[in-house]
């Protein structure tokens, strides 16, 4: 993995239509220049949503990173959050 250190947000401003609420929720952490991934880290649940540059979302599993759908596992990292709601 070759880590970038220059923040890249629109791969999580476009897949959340600019909600600027929800995105306030996330710290951007480090994207991967070999897979094209960036890493953000919700502030309260301590999760991580891993966004394409292209925006396809992933998850990390036992064989390397697995596509799956956003709005699931967009509801998976802000898991707490959505239960009062």
């Known amino acids: 993995m070759t880590a970038a250190t220059d923040a890249n ?4 401003e476009a897949r959340l239509n600019g909600d600027v609420e929800v ?3 996330f710290m951007w952490m480090y994207g991967d220049k070999d897979t094209g991934v960036e890493y953000y880290k919700h502030s309260i649940t ?3 949503l891993l966004l394409h540059r292209d925006g396809r979302c992933f998850q990390q599993s036992l064989n390397g990173l697995v596509e799956v759908d956003f709005g699931t596992d967009l509801r ?7 239960e009062g709601r």
């Open 23 to 25: 995105i306030r929720e």
């Open 76 to 82: 998976r990292v802000r898991e707490h959050l959505e």
């Open 46 to 48: 301590r999760r991580y």
């Open 9 to 12: 947000w629109a791969p999580l």
